[in-house]
């Protein structure tokens, strides 16, 4: 019985993560030019930061990320508390970049492309519930137990 258990969660998982995918190919296939060019150099962006950031960390803190007995919200409360201000301030940075790109990207959406993020949202938020009614609780928390 727990093998079939696993069996049929591993393949609501597997089946999630396809969905996700699809939406992420359909909606890609939806935008301009300029809009993947957005998506593509804030991608890049984003990984630059995220080097420079990583060049900050202390020993301590990089020995709380390798830290494999700790949950990640453990390791991210561990983290806040140990931030020098300069680490602070980099994220806080990285946080308003992050909003200025998002609204700029949202201005650029034409109406139709806007409905059909918010069909899409509509679409998986139904499957979010029909997950959670029938006892794989959503958002992964089958993984967990992997």
């Known amino acids: 019985m727990a093998i079939a258990a696993t069996v049929i969660t591993t393949g609501a998982v597997l089946a999630q993560d396809m969905n996700r995918e ?9 935008l301009t030019e300029e809009q993947q060019q957005m998506i593509q150099e804030r991608k890049q962006e984003r990984i630059m930061l995220r080097e420079e950031f990583k060049a ?41 970049v992050r909003e200025q790109h998002k609204e700029a990207f949202k201005g650029s959406l034409t109406e139709s ?16 519930t029909r997950e959670m009614q029938s006892g794989n609780g959503g958002n992964g928390a089958a993984r967990k137990g992997q």
């Open 22 to 30: 699809q939406v992420r190919t359909q909606t890609r296939e939806n």
């Open 56 to 96: 900050t960390l202390t020993e301590e803190q990089k020995a709380i990320l390798q830290n494999q007995e700790m949950t990640r919200e453990q390791k991210r409360e561990q983290l806040k508390a140990c931030f020098t201000e300069e680490q602070q301030a980099m994220l806080q940075n990285q946080m308003q």
């Open 113 to 128: 492309q806007k409905e059909q993020i918010r069909a899409r949202a509509r679409e998986g938020s139904r499957e979010t």
